[in-house]
């Protein structure tokens, strides 16, 4: 019997020669930790569905950030949970809002941290969509305005980055105008280009107290068969001034991420999603699987796909792992 020339195996031998060849390489600095901010102080309760993640105030904000910062992450984004809620999401603009708090103390620490602010009204609304509703319906263009200043009031705060994950038609040019005309021109947009109406943003939906309280989002998340659909989206919210886009979830819409990444020369990030954490944790505490060999796999999976950088509730996780 004669033997093949090539023999892939021999690159698989050892540790060290499967690391020397290794394609993807996952590092913490490319991993952003997902934070949910209360009204209070030293408040931090932990979400049922998503062991590990806490809702928490400000002050208990600052302390895990100076854990994540050691761990060498290289930002975080917030969400909001706020004292109050009405059917246009006011509270949202407010200078003294939690989020805007949030951002004030982490910078008050001096911590040397991305911050990235979520630009949206589903935490702030009483009806949990993200959006205004008139007549029954999720009225885009009068939702712009309050985006806008909602991401004005995170840019003040002190926000390195903020986010919109909305999916409103128009949000980027309107906050990115808004942003310009206050000066804020440095203040860099991350657009949820390509978020998905999905059933993997449950436990989310506890963390933040965001569901809706009457039908769901298929007006205006996409829909999860359409493909092409999401270059439109990232084009678009790139003609508006976005500087990084974002397709979301991550596992199911790996496929997207690969295309996004072969159709654009700018940075694309990926939402390691709360269904996509809890699954993994839940099987975890069962027994069924190894917690930080499948965690490390699906992030390599998403980077190997094209993220360039991943927002992942597994980021502190993953970092002690990485740098054991």
């Known amino acids: 019997m004669s033997f093949p020339t090539q023999r892939p195996r021999r690159l698989r031998r050892s540790e060290a020669l499967r690391d020397l060849v290794r394609e993807t390489r996952l590092t913490a ?6 934070m949910f901010v209360c009204p209070g102080m030293n408040v931090r309760k932990e979400v ?35 004292e109050s809620k009405d059917a246009r999401g006011t509270i949202s603009t407010s200078a003294d809002g939690v989020v805007q708090r949030a951002i004030e103390a982490i910078r008050k620490a001096k911590l040397e941290l991305l911050v990235i602010t979520d630009v949206c009204l589903c935490e702030y609304t009483d009806h949990g969509h ?6 029954g319906n999720v009225a885009n263009d009068q939702t712009l305005p309050i985006l806008a200043a909602q991401a004005l009031s995170h840019a003040r705060a002190g926000a390195d980055i903020v986010a919109p994950s ?23 947009i991350l657009a949820y280009a390509a978020k998905y109406c999905s059933g993997f943003y449950g436990p989310f939906r506890e963390a933040a107290d965001s569901a809706p309280q009457f039908g769901d989002r298929r007006s205006y998340q996409m829909d999860p068969a359409n493909a092409r ?5 990232v084009a678009l919210d790139l003609e508006e ?7 979301k979830p991550a596992l199911p819409y790996l496929d997207i991420l690969r295309r996004v990444r072969d159709a654009f020369e700018v940075p694309v990030g990926a939402y390691n999603v709360s ?29 190997r796909a094209g993220a360039n950088f991943i927002l992942t509730y597994h980021a502190k996780d993953a970092a002690r792992w990485l740098k054991a």
């Open 29 to 34: 600095a490319g991993l952003i930790y997902p």
């Open 48 to 82: 049922s569905s998503m062991p590990g993640v806490h809702q928490q105030s400000a002050d208990q904000i600052v302390e895990e950030c100076r854990e994540v910062e050691s761990l060498g992450l290289p930002g975080v984004i917030l969400f909001g949970l706020p």
């Open 130 to 135: 993200c959006g205004v509703i008139e007549n």
């Open 166 to 188: 909305d999916m409103m038609d128009g949000r980027v040019a309107a906050i990115r105008e808004t942003l310009d005309q206050h000066k804020f021109n440095d203040i860099a």
């Open 229 to 233: 659909e999401a270059l439109k989206e």
């Open 241 to 247: 001034g976005a500087d990084m886009v974002m397709v």
């Open 275 to 303: 269904g996509e954490y809890a699954m993994v944790k839940a099987a975890a505490q069962k027994g069924w699987l190894d917690e930080k060999r499948v965690v490390l796999e699906i992030l390599t999976g998403i980077q």
